[in-house]
């Protein structure tokens, strides 16, 4: 998973520490996760992935290499946040949808 991830930073000319910061990770955790000393949850990759302004497909792309499940559309949660990684939200604006609609929240 790390060389994926080093690969979306890359490619989108960001920088770990912004991004570790931008999802709200602890500083130590973030850069062991991009390193591949820690594995993360799906909540944390999930976070990661909008912190990257990551596609849908890159998403799940994500999550199957972090070893976690792929973003199901009839998952009333999932479905939430496909919606919301679609339209271009923020994880703060996605963590008020989730919970607006009384589901569980990322972070």
């Known amino acids: 998973m ?3 991830l080093n690969q979306l930073l890359e ?6 520490a912004g991004v570790v910061r931008a999802a709200g990770l602890n ?3 973030g850069y062991q996760i991009f390193t591949g000393a820690r594995r993360a949850s799906r909540d944390n990759l ?3 992935a909008f912190a990257l302004g990551l596609t849908l497909r890159e ?3 994500l999550l199957q290499a972090g070893g976690a499940n792929g973003l199901y559309c009839k ?3 999932d479905a939430i946040v496909i ?3 679609t339209h271009g939200y923020t994880l ?3 963590e008020e949808e989730l919970y607006r609609f009384g589901e569980e929240t990322i972070g």
């Open 2 to 4: 790390a060389p994926y």
């Open 11 to 16: 490619e989108r000319g960001l920088r770990r």
């Open 27 to 29: 500083e130590t955790f």
């Open 46 to 48: 999930l976070k990661i």
């Open 59 to 61: 998403t799940n792309r």
């Open 75 to 77: 998952n009333r949660r």
């Open 83 to 85: 919606f919301a990684i």
């Open 92 to 94: 703060q604006k996605t």
